[in-house]
C-alpha cells in the first residue's frame, strides 16, 4: 500500500459496550449498503471481542432489519482443526450467530474454511480450497469477493487474522490466502487471509479490547514495520477503522493521533 493511510479510532468505554456498539455498527452499515448493492461480503474474526460482537448481532433486534439471503459470510483466518472442535472459529460463530439465523440465512451464503478430515488433510489444501470458492465469488480477474465489511480481532502481539509478527505467512503475496505452521498461539496450524486479500476490503474493521493489547494498538495507530506488527497492515480501500475499548487505547498519544 503506497500514500498516507487515513485509520480512524473510535473508542467505547468497556469491552462489553465495545462489542454491542460494533454489533449495531454492522447491521446498521449493511441495511445501509442493501439499499444498493447486493450480494453483500462479510468477513468475521474469531477471538474474544469478535464472538462477543456476533453474539451481540444474535441479541440485537435490528438484525431482522438484514436480509440475509444476500449476504454472504466469510472468515479473515481459521485454526485448522476437525469439523465441529470448539477451536475453530466457524464452530465459535456458529454458536454466536449463524445458527441463530436459521432459515435467513441460507447455508450456501457460510463460507467456513475447509477443516481437517480424510480429504483436506493439510493447511495448504484448506488454504487452496479457500481460495477456489473465494475466487468463485470473486469479479472476473480478482481473487477475491470485494469484501463490504472485514472485521479483525488482534492478539496482544499485533497479529491480525492469522498474520503473526515475523511469521513467513506474512510474505505470501499473490495468492489470496495462506497456510500457517507454527503458529505461536494455538493451535500451531492455521490458514489465514493474506494481506493481498484483506487490501480487497472496501472496509476493515480492527476490533480490541483490553490493557494487554494497548501496546500493540499503539504501534500499529503509529504505523509500524508490519513485519513486527501485521495490525498495521490492515488496511481497506475505503476505510479502515479502528474499534477499541479505553483498555486498549491506554498507549495511545492524547486525541488518539494515527500516522
Ligand atoms: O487466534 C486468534 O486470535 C485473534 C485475536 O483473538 P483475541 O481473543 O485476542 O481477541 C483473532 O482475531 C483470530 O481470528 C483468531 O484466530
Known sequence: MTGRVVRDVVVHPDA???AEATAARLLVTLVDLQSHRAPLHVVLTGGTVGITTLAAVTASPVRDAVDWSQVHLWWGDERFLPDGDPDRNETQAREALVTALGDALPADNVHPVPALDADVPTPEDAAAAYADVLARHADDG??????????????????VASLFPEHEALQAAGVATVAVHGSPKPPPLRVSLTFDAIHAAREVWVVAAGAEKAAAVASALAAAPVATTPAAGAIGTERTLWLLDAAASGDLPAGGATA
Not at 469477493?145 to 497479529?159: I, S, T
Open 16 to 18: 462489553t459496550l465495545l
Open 142 to 159: 480478482d481473487q477475491v469477493p470485494r469484501f463490504d465489511v472485514l472485521l479483525l480481532g488482534m492478539g496482544p502481539d499485533g497479529h
